[in-house]
């Protein structure tokens, strides 16, 4: 097995190693690095294949989850919490296998293949100094019994870095602390700082022992979420509802009421001349946070050919199928013929269903890729450019692009990087906000009084390795693809913040400062 299309990407090391009696005060800006590898004659160029090592479950471990045998479809990246000595095996279709892990890698971002007969784990060896020492033992089944993708992204952090919160029990008894006091803002915050490892085996830990405290934060997550700038919320609200929701209550032919959206009749030259009809389909869904979901009739075929995967999380943290089709959403199938036929009627109070209002729900837009895809052929046949320059990624749905952050963020997405309204570009799982000429784009609406500010500025290093691991995932796909990486900030400050970081830790991706329309 060969590592060409794997470029070496520097991981970041923890300010104090593990057990250390005291962290000492952070230097601003300067997210320390992992020291050079010198070079070992000994080291092959490629790859480096190690044993699975043998796993004992750490003593006073973390209850195991809960939820250990539930299916789930391929493994896509894993997260690694070297404090806790716990794993996360994430999915597409639902919430990660979990379990504990034994490796001595420095924290940092990797990629692994996978040797399930062998029982070996198959590291780039540009990124790891000799033949690491990896393995895993999941919650329920064996790990090289599951299905990987061929290469796996594996993001190694040092767990929770909060003073305040020294430990995991600190953490839930705070998050239990936030719900009495009836603070959900403080709640769903302090879940969003969390990584995913973390993350998942608190709210586990919630709902087996206050599943009172999970069900309030999601029954006051939109009231929380609304202006808060923190990342993390699609997250968060995947993870509460792992546990509070059942998964076939989330897919998206779940819906409670299907009604002609108002806009259906504005008129769009654009999509009349695609060959496409501008019915919108406004589907409610009757959940805890409740949501909308508008999508084109033209994005649900007739077919009826039964899904072959299982569903994947797409827009509102709903689940969707491959393809929407009268096979995998009979449901919506049957909706938006009952809807086409009004229209003929011309049921005009029918159609006029009004939209909740967004501060009572979430609301999210689904665009079928195919939809994009016939409006680009229109507009080229036009000799109009088409709506995105032709890259290596896609537009996709995505619950953060637009309906759980502020209107400003939205806004400056749109103006800055042409971002469509609840889409994200996305090249082999990992979202950007667009793509120029040879350039990927992402926008950071962080401004200088908000928590990312703060974090950069004060040296905090969960906010300087957030920083550094989305830019080495986001440069990893780049290289795969032989294109560049830009940032695009809204404030000039924050720009220069980052820009300190990536010099640090030779990130070599671009930040510009463009000023909000």
């Not at 971002?109 to 590291?123: E, I």
């Not at 000799?130 to 329920?140: A, V």
């Not at 019994?145 to 190694?156: H, I, K, R, T």
């Not at 239990?176 to 993350?199: H, I, K, S, T, W």
Request: with cysteine; net charge neutral.
């Amino acid at each position: 097995m060969t590592g060409e299309a794997i470029t070496a990407v520097q991981p970041v090391q923890p300010a104090t190693a593990p057990g250390a009696a005291a962290r000492p005060a952070a230097v601003p800006l300067a997210v320390p690095t992992r020291p050079a590898v010198p070079a070992v004659a000994s080291v092959p160029v490629g790859t480096i294949s190690t044993p699975q090592a043998p796993v004992r479950a750490p003593a006073g471990a973390r209850r195991p989850s809960s939820d250990a045998m539930r299916p789930r479809s391929q493994v896509t990246h894993l997260v690694v919490n070297i404090d806790a000595r716990r794993v996360a095996l994430f999915c597409a279709d639902g919430p990660p296998y979990r379990g504990f892990v034994d490796t001595d890698l420095a924290t940092g971002a990797y990629t692994v293949k996978v040797d399930r007969r062998a029982r070996r784990w198959v590291f780039d060896a540009a990124q790891v100094r000799s033949q690491p020492r990896f393995g895993l033992l999941i919650d329920g089944p064996d790990p090289f019994a599951l299905d990987f993708a061929a290469s796996l992204s594996v993001a190694v952090t040092s767990g929770l870095d909060m003073p305040a919160l020294p430990d995991f029990a600190a953490t839930a008894a705070r998050v239990n602390q936030y719900v009495y006091d009836r603070d959900y803002r403080g709640a769903l915050a302090l879940l969003c700082e969390l990584n995913e490892v973390d993350l998942y085996d608190l709210v586990d830990d919630l709902w087996a022992t206050k599943p009172g405290v999970v069900n309030d934060v999601l029954l006051h997550f939109v009231e929380a979420a609304r202006d808060l700038q923190a990342d993390g919320q699609q997250a968060a609200l995947r993870a509460l509802e792992s546990f509070a929701q059942k998964s076939k209550e989330l897919y998206v032919d779940a819906f409670s009421s299907c009604a002609i959206h108002a806009s259906s009749f504005a008129r769009n030259d654009e999509r009349t001349q695609a060959g496409l009809t501008n019915i919108r389909l406004q589907l409610d869904f009757d959940l805890v946070p409740p949501r909308t979901l508008l999508l084109y009739a033209d994005d649900v075929g007739s077919g009826t050919d039964m899904a072959a995967a299982l569903p994947t999380y797409g827009p509102g943290c709903l689940t969707f199928p491959e393809a929407l089709s009268a096979g995998t959403t009979p449901r919506l199938e049957n909706a938006k013929a009952d809807a086409i036929q009004n229209l003929e009627r011309q049921n005009v109070e029918f159609f006029r269903e009004s939209v909740r209002q967004v501060s009572h729900v979430l609301l999210s837009v689904y665009q079928a890729s195919l939809s994009l895809a016939k409006l680009d052929a229109a507009m080229t046949a036009r000799g109009n450019p088409p709506r995105t320059p032709r890259g290596p990624g896609k537009w996709l749905p995505t619950f953060e692009g637009g309906s759980n952050m502020p209107a400003a963020a939205a806004r400056y997405e749109l103006t800055s990087c042409g971002t469509p309204a609840g889409m994200g570009y996305f090249v082999e799982g990992v979202q950007f906000e667009g793509f120029a000429g040879r350039t990927l784009l992402d926008a950071k609406f962080w401004e200088p009084g908000g928590y990312m500010a703060k974090g950069l500025r004060g040296g905090w290093l969960k906010v300087g390795w957030k920083v550094v691991d989305q830019a080495n995932r986001q440069l990893r796909v780049a290289r795969m693809h032989g294109v560049d990486v830009e940032w695009r900030f809204a404030s000039q400050e924050v720009a220069d913040l980052v820009r300190v970081i990536f010099r640090n830790n030779s990130i070599p991706i671009r930040v510009v400062h463009i000023a909000p329309l």
